[in-house]
């Protein structure tokens, strides 16, 4: 089974700081991975696919990288509608495991 | 727009079993795999189960094998979680999830549901 090691799990920061999470596969996924993300109360909301496709209407301050067995999601500019909390997940195979989630936070 | 409504959760006792629907409009549901995710109060996103567009796949998550049962019914465009064995641990929000590309599984959780809470306490 692929495991998903995300970091960090929480991260302080402030309105206009540029943050990076961070996503390990334990085996090759090859471009198949999503970011989400998800407010309290709420269902998750897609904003990455295919490692670094930006979904349709999602700010163009988040921007996803990688392949293989790393990958990483970058918010330039923080707004405070981004605080919340970030998971990845793989989709090449069954189980389609996520990361256990970053939760950004105010500073 | 797309709609997924889950109905079907509630409190339920240690062994007992918990039908679970949940049924899509705004998208071409028979073409389109469908996932469970739950997530625990608190925690973090847990991928449950899936399911093929034409039944032809499913697949579990260890925790749920053997005890949950993933179904569909193209023409009432409803997916089912069928769930037997209950234990305290399964206690969570499930949502349902349809993916964003028709016919493969190599594609993303494009449309989710507002998650319905399953409480399995005696």
């Known amino acids: 089974d692929i495991q998903m090691t995300q970091s960090p799990s929480s991260l302080s920061a402030s309105v206009g700081d540029r943050v990076t999470i961070t996503c390990r596969a334990s085996?090759?996924?090859?471009?198949?991975l999503a970011w989400y993300q998800q407010k309290p109360g709420k269902a998750p909301k897609p904003l990455i696919y295919k490692a670094s496709s930006l979904k349709t209407g999602v700010p163009s301050r988040f921007s996803g990288y990688g392949s293989g067995k790393e990958f990483t999601l970058t918010i330039s500019g923080l707004q405070p509608d981004d605080f919340a909390t970030y998971y990845c997940?793989?989709?090449?195979?069954?189980?389609?495991?996520f990361g256990q989630g970053t939760k950004l936070e105010v500073k | 727009q797309v709609q997924l409504v889950e109905s079907g959760g509630g409190l339920v006792q240690p062994g007992r079993s918990l039908r679970l629907s949940c049924t899509a409009s705004?998208?071409?549901?028979?073409?389109?795999?469908m996932h469970w995710v739950r997530q625990i109060p608190g925690q973090g996103l847990e991928w449950t189960a899936y399911i093929s567009y034409d039944d032809s796949n499913k697949f579990y998550a260890d925790s749920v094998k053997g005890r949950f049962t993933i179904s569909r019914d193209n023409s009432k465009n409803t997916v089912f979680l069928q769930m037997d064995t209950l234990r305290p641990e399964d206690t969570a929000l499930y949502f349902c999830?349809?993916?964003?590309?028709?016919?493969?599984?190599?594609?993303?959780?494009?449309?989710w549901g507002q998650g319905i809470l399953v409480t399995v306490s005696s």
């Open positions: 999830a349809g993916v964003a590309e028709p016919y493969t599984m190599i594609t993303p959780l494009e449309y």
């Open positions: 705004g998208f071409p549901f028979s073409l389109h795999g």
């Open positions: 997940q793989q989709y090449s195979g069954s189980p389609y495991s």
């Open positions: 085996q090759s996924i090859s471009i198949w």
